[in-house]
């Protein structure tokens, strides 16, 4: 089993433009969660999804969106990029039908210029 | 607002010495618990999790907790430090209920240092 799988590991963009950010769940999961983690910070929940649905949000504005494909996979998109943007981004993925702890993935290093 | 706090930001122990960390939440009912850990540049591993039952839980790596509902407190703590334990840590909360173990409140997170 791989476990939650992220891609890429590292990325530089320059502000203003867009980025998409990718992630496999752990076999058997078929819920992915996002999360924001600033430098010296910890985690912030973006959204959840669910049979491709999005069905939690945090307090993130509308640049933030999502995807989830059949398979279960799940990309994070954020338009207009800010240089407060800057940030480790984490994937989650968890069960929906059973009370057990949301598995992450190593996450991806996102850095605003 | 729900909300996690844990109050010291930097913790330094000798290796061999005992460790507790701080976890405070504020939570309409009692929360599903976890504490993650975090090497740098790494994703999060789950070290232990409290849902219901026994308030005082045992994690991986020598690792136990324990609930106190009086005290809106869930502290980690582990008898003996090895040097492989430095990292950061992290007190999350979730809503009780299926699927909803995806959605955590995070703490601010406490580094340890571990000295020789």
């Known amino acids: 089993d791989a476990g939650v799988t992220q891609s890429p590991t590292h990325l530089i963009k320059t502000r203003g433009q867009q980025v998409t950010l990718r992630c496999s769940p752990k076999?058997?999961?078929?819920?992915v969660s996002w999360y924001q983690q600033a430098l010296g910070q910890g985690p912030q929940f973006i959204f959840q999804?669910?049979?491709?649905?999005?069905?939690q949000r945090g307090n993130f504005p509308d640049r933030f969106s999502g995807h989830q494909f059949p398979n279960y996979s799940s990309e994070l998109n954020v338009n207009a990029l800010l240089l407060g943007d800057s940030a480790l981004y984490l994937c989650a993925s968890s069960p929906l039908d059973r009370d057990t702890e949301a598995f992450f993935g190593q996450g991806t290093r996102l850095t605003v210029v | 607002a729900q909300s996690v706090t844990q109050p010291d930001i930097h913790i330094t122990v000798s290796e061999g010495a005992s460790l507790e960390l701080r976890c405070n939440y504020s939570y309409g009912a009692t929360p599903y618990l976890f504490w993650y850990v975090q090497s740098p540049g790494q994703g999060l591993q789950l070290l232990l999790k409290?849902?219901?039952?026994?308030?005082l839980v045992q994690g991986i790596k020598g690792f136990e907790a324990e609930f106190k509902r009086s005290q809106s407190s869930f502290n980690l703590r582990k008898p003996s430090v090895h040097w492989s334990d430095a990292a950061e840590y992290f007190c999350a909360v979730a809503q009780p209920g299926s699927g909803n173990t995806g959605k955590l409140i995070f703490g601010q997170g406490t580094t340890l240092q571990v000295k020789p």
């Open positions: 409290y849902f219901s039952g026994d308030t």
């Open positions: 999804y669910y049979e491709e649905e999005e069905r």
């Open positions: 076999s058997g999961h078929d819920t």
